[in-house]
């Protein structure tokens, strides 16, 4: 999971990216599969928001229907 978000907000050069723009990247198979239920659902958040508390800073809110967390990766996981 780490690395899915590792690999989303590189791809988007570390501009901030809602939770649920990770979340259709990293469980992209899964929810193509049509696994939406309310239980899957709830694990596959509670997986990206885990991993982007270890490797991301929150930088705000969005302004969107939920408004979801925005997240940036953190300065030491920022390749150099």
């Given at each position: 999971m780490q690395l899915a978000v590792c690999r989303v907000l590189e791809s988007r050069d570390n501009q901030p990216t809602s939770?649920?723009?990770i979340l259709a990247y990293?469980?992209?198979h899964s929810?193509?599969?049509g696994r939406t239920?309310?239980?899957h659902?709830?694990?596959y958040r509670r997986s990206v928001r885990r991993a982007c508390n270890v490797l991301c800073d929150r930088a705000g809110r969005s302004t969107t229907i939920g408004r979801p967390i925005?997240?940036?990766?953190k300065r030491r996981w920022q390749p150099e």
């Open positions: 939770t649920s723009d990293s469980h992209a929810l193509y599969q239920s309310r239980v659902m709830q694990g925005m997240w940036v990766l």
